[in-house]
């Protein structure tokens, strides 16, 4: 590492030594304007294949230097197709930038300190724009605006309560283990996207019985949902470690770099302060409906003793439709939204605040969140330009009490277990009556207890840029970034003790369950970029090399009290009180360094290396190097490229490594505290200590080829990628006599392989009616190549109702469980192979239609095969309240109703719980109308308005039968997604909304 | 311009300089566990304090889902069903409802062994603390923990042993790298016994006085001569169960059985509602619905009972409503636990003097078998036994009395296999089976 960082700098230090000879030189300047004639501010004007560039002013007015006889000019800007102008001579060279709807001509991410532009980049990585992201409808969270708009992912909603909760894939399963999640990064600060739990198990005892996880089945949200999705400009998604590799360690998931809107892309067409008011409401996604019953099937499913209650509630007209009075109510949903920025020679701003409420589809659940946002930007001098980013975020989200338990005391569960004649109305005092039925009365546990997440949140950082040289031939930058984010989380979970199943012996009379996370992270990178632009022309080079520092560290702390003092909720207010806290605290150096060299657009090929060690290592001073290479060839640049419409040929291949660290702790075999009658004592912890424990390691090969006809008006985007994780780290199984149930070990390699495919036209481009369709397709398979540890189960509840398997030679996602074995695939353990969460393949249609004033843009999302574990339908069918329970469709015999043919198959096969989660879903669409040019003598200050109708997740079909096939129990962890017990249900969401322009 | 250069060179020099000593110098600090003690820590070197955290531990942790362990014996040995809202395979796998079987893999099977042994790992710990220790420690308060250690090892390693039967457990986890293989059922039964005669060797050797407190559960049984009596009574079951009859006696002698004496008298497992501490899992409040969580009598208890037992009266409690789901019907609550802190039992008198009727019968005594018998049958309020005296006839009336004695405590299923008797457990609906054993735990195969 030293070595390598020692020729880099020599190399850096020397060549701005050479010195060059004087050539002919000329000015050129005119004004850039949008095809609407509208001057744009701040479009980067360039001569090509050199060093010299400038920016156009607040009037879209430039002026350039140009050294030599003749030189191309490209004229660049973001939204806008790229434009290029040969001059020969001085004057004026005014031009004109036609919108553009394609990515082809945005600069994506190629170091950690440097850009390139999409049509040099040998990387296919995704790219969303403000436009698409929100452009369409009025986004909830910032991970859930991302699914269909770009290829190689999949992203699964882990349940629709309010204030999100998504776990995102990237080209596959990457990690077997750990939650292993993409590593988001805003404006350069690493951004924490933890998911932090409330302590619910107390409660719930979910692990009690099948599965042990304490943490994973309280359904709690993911960080990354505080971003305000309003104040993003762009998202630049890294998909793999042959792009991601820059980011080393933590980038084997994936990264997502974000920029949020600044002030000096403020343009002179769109006006500086803009207002934005959404107003909606939610409504479930997909109802059930539930049993229609008669005396029969009552005194079937309940017992002969419950005839009489039947009747009796059906002659009154008191049955009662519960789904409805449950997930029934029509959230109300609201964002509102002001923004201001403005530009100026020396600086620049933008600034906003946003506030959003929803309520939930659960009565008593809902979302609030307000952000503040400042962004500056300030040119020191000629030299230095200063870029500052901050954030404030306080968001609140009352998430209701859901997901699996063995204590049947969810409000799924509970209404799972309920029958239409129960009557758990409260009387005129507000007393529920208890729930015969089940353990909870689930309308009391709705309007009495609470589950809030709340998060103060700052994040601000700041970018330093000194061109410490700057001449025709040579730059060199020196980049420093540094960021930080800090929070405080605080989960509050109540349940009083008059709830059904805290009274009476029942429960803990009463519980207090509060939470306390602080989380501080900070990050900090220095880099010098040197470039060279050689006299010869011919080729040009840049090149990088810096250090970066990472930390991180969380405290938790839960008290849970119970044996609640009254109606208190003190937590000193008990005569039992439990704490627990977990501690984290992580330390990453890495370096990194990079070269480029561009012949005249013509080839890129590039470099580069990382290096990484880590706190969280068992060797922590061990560096991990991971080194990227790629090459991008533009056919359509060389002189003999002489096909007319057909603008660009690019093929190119990329191949890098990245990694992921293991859990936290994992070297540690440790002892956990217990008590009994007040002594304190010490108790084995199940998870044995690992020292050598390192890494896991991504290796990925990416090659494909970017078209373009007519002028990009038709492009396409072709992908193919083998990715393999090595060390892959397992929490393999360990005989449980002795005394330890699993550990932490790299023993694994996996595979995932997928094609990826990205089809834009421009279907119609006239003045007053444009329609542009962007499809993309995508799959992945993934294999398990190697195990060194023997197959295993994990991640759901058991062979009998259908588990994940880990299996060398299988797919790392496929699902298995007993069954006749006859005529189908098995496991190496004998068990049946019924399905794989993998999708067969994805395609999402994203329609952009202008015509005059009016705008329509649609996602439609096609999700084929992926298969869930549903244990909703299961649980319903054992109480008999099912909706489809005397339905006969499923028995291949067609004797058996639905419900007793799923009960008798429980035991004998796997094969009913695991089912297709296909959809076809109208993920997003929206319709708007401008009134535009509204600025005139009498009226200076009103310049827009735009006024519209738009909905998420409106339309949707699928087979699945329960509320939604996005779904996961265990949250966003590992393997497991899409794993359902009786969930928060999904919502659909229908907006109006209004933008005004001053 | 040629100034500048020269500036700029020095300064990017300094730069880059400053990087990569940055990078070289920043050692990052070897971590350790900011949340709990290390194990390797206190195995080379423990102090007093932490050598009592471990006994601690143990007796603690031993509760941890206890409630599993009785679920499954009980349902199986057909002392009551659990109803379960959030899990089916309580009245499906453990009933072998139609073609549903145990599964290796799954909570009912994996969870209890793991916990067992967890706790046997926890006293192997504290077996090689004492061992390392240099704290100032005599060899008799050594022997004193390690005496308690092996008794409470071989008491978990039996509730292992009573569900796996003739799989065979591990005797031998010393070295968790390294286990040892598993043992038939009868040399398992044997290793068990091997393990509570070395700890009553060593609770021989500790002086008066234990250096560690035990919780209230062991009262009567906290010194190293009284807890050597419970460890006594242990192996006196595991010899029964070995059928070694003509070995119970002497064991009996040296336990606490008091043919006179408090029947209840033993040691227990304990609860209470303070904070950190466990609550009772296998109570569940009368009347619970078949929704939530229910453990109501298999109903041939009620039926079975003889006119007058106290036993039924005092453990089962008539439901307002019958309990009914998964076809399984029954009018009364298991009342074994009458709250949510009541303890749980390991062994009391009440057994011993139904291993020694037992022990009796088989060594041809009937009429000490039957006065045992009649001890039991005078606390439950039932006249003296006047039934044959065959040797299979008294085995009959053993096995009752152990059934209302014992009833919902583990216990029915083992007494009826080991008699081979388990095709006269009652059958509640076509197709469910009475398992034999539960098949070896799915991460053992490893």
Known sequence: MKQFFYKLCITLIAIPAFCNAVFAQFDVNGTVTSNKGEELIGVTVSVKNTNTGTVTNENGKYSIHVSGSSATLVFSYLGFRTQEKAVSSAGSVNISLEESNTELDEVIVSGLATTVKRTNSANAVAAISAKQLTGITTQSTLDGAIYGKFTGAQITQSSGAPGGGIGIRMRGITSINAPAQPLFIIDGIYIDNSSIAAGLNTISNAAGGGNTAVFDQDNASNRIADIDPGDIETIEILKGASAAAIYGSRASAGVVIITTKRGKNARKDRANVEFTQSLGFQTMLNPQGTREWDADKVAASFGEGEVENFTSAESSGTLHDYENELYGNKGLLSDTRLSFSNATDKSSFYTSISHKSEDGIVENTGYTKTSLRFNLDHKVSDRIDLAVSTNYVKSSADRGYFNNDNTSTTMGISFAGTPSWAQLQADEEGNYPDNPYSAANFLQTRDLMTNNEAVDRFIGGANLTTKIVTNDRHSLKLILNGGLDAYTFQTTAIFPKELQFEKNGNGTNGASIQGTTSSFNDNESAFLVYSFFPASGGFNLRAQAGLTRESFERNTIIATATQLIGAQTNVSQAGSVDLYQFRSKQLDLGGFGQLEFNFNDKLILTAGLRGDKSSNNGDVNKIYYYPKASAALNLAEFAFWGVDNWNQFKLRVAYGQSGNFAPFGSAFTSLGSTIIEGTAGSLINTTQGNNDVGPERQSELEFGTDLGFMDNRFSVELTYYIKNVTDLLLVSLVPSSTGFVNKVTNAAELRNKGLEVGLGVDIIRKENFTWFNQTNFWFNKSEITQLDIPSYAVGSFGATLGTFYIQEGASATQIVGIGPTEGKDTSDNGLVVWGDAEPDFQISFNENLSWKNWELALVLHWKQGGDNVNLTTLLTDIFGTSPDYDDVTQDPDGTLANGPYRLSQLGTTAEVFVQDASYVRLREIGLYYTFGGLNSKTNNTLQSVKVGLSAYNALNFFDYPSYDPEVSNFGRNGISSGVEVNPFPSAKRFYASVTVNF | ?446
């Open chain 2, 1 to 446: 311009m040629k100034f500048n250069h020269i500036k700029s060179r020095m300064f990017n020099t300094m730069i880059v300089v400053m990087l990569v000593a940055g990078f070289n110098s920043c050692k990052i600090e070897e971590q350790v566990d900011p949340n709990n003690p290390s194990l390797e820590g206190i195995e080379a070197n423990a102090t007093v304090d932490e050598l009592n955290n471990l006994v601690t531990g143990m007796l603690s942790g031993m509760r941890n889902r206890f409630d599993t362990y009785l679920d499954d014996m009980s349902v199986i040995g057909r002392d009551y069903y659990r109803y379960s809202g959030s899990d089916p395979r309580f009245t499906s796998d453990l009933l072998g409802k139609e073609s549903a079987v145990l599964d290796p893999n799954t909570f009912y099977t994996t969870n209890p062994w793991a916990d067992h042994y967890r706790i046997v790992r926890n006293g192997w710990i504290l077996r090689h603390a004492v061992a390392n220790t240099s704290a100032a420690l005599t060899a008799e308060q050594k022997n004193g923990y390690t005496g308690f250690a092996k008794t409470m090892q071989a008491q978990q390693m039996l509730n292992c042993l009573n569900m796996q039967y003739q799989n065979g457990i591990r005797i031998d986890v010393e070295d968790p790298e390294n286990p040892g293989p598993f043992l038939s059922y009868d040399a398992s039964l044997q290793g068990i016994l091997d393990l509570l005669k070395a700890g009553y060797d060593d609770l021989n050797n500790s002086g008066d006085e234990f250096n560690f407190i035990l919780t209230s559960g062991f009262t009567g049984f906290d010194t190293p001569a009284t807890f050597a009596k419970f460890n006594r009574a242990l192996a006196a079951r595991v010899t029964l169960y070995k059928g070694d009859f003509a070995g119970v006696e002497s064991l009996l002698n040296e336990s606490f059985l008091d043919m006179a004496g408090d029947l209840t008298s033993g040691v227990y497992m304990v609860y209470s509602t303070s904070g950190g501490d466990l609550l009772n899992d296998a109570y569940t409040p009368l009347n619970s619905s078949t929704g939530s969580n229910a453990r109501c009598a298999q109903p041939s208890f009620n039926t079975d009972a003889e006119a007058g037992d106290l036993r039924v009266a005092s453990k089962t409690v008539l439901r307002d409503e019958p309990a009914f789901a998964d076809d399984l019907t029954s009018n009364y609550d298991v009342w074994v636990y009458k709250s949510n802190v009541d303890p749980v039992c390991m062994v009391r008198n009440e057994e011993l003097v139904l291993i020694h009727a037992e022990a009796m019968n088989q060594t041809g005594n009937s009429s000490a078998a039957v006065d045992a018998v009649n001890v039991i049958r005078a606390s439950a309020g039932l006249a003296a036994y006047s039934g044959g005296t065959t040797q299979g006839e008294l085995t009959n009336e053993i096995l009752n009395q152990r059934r209302y004695s014992l009833f919902a405590e583990g216990h029915r299923w083992v007494d009826m296999r080991r008699y081979n008797k388990l095709g006269e457990l009652p059958i509640d609906r076509p197709g469910d089976d009475v398992w034999v054993q539960f098949p070896r735990p799915a991460n053992e195969e490893l």
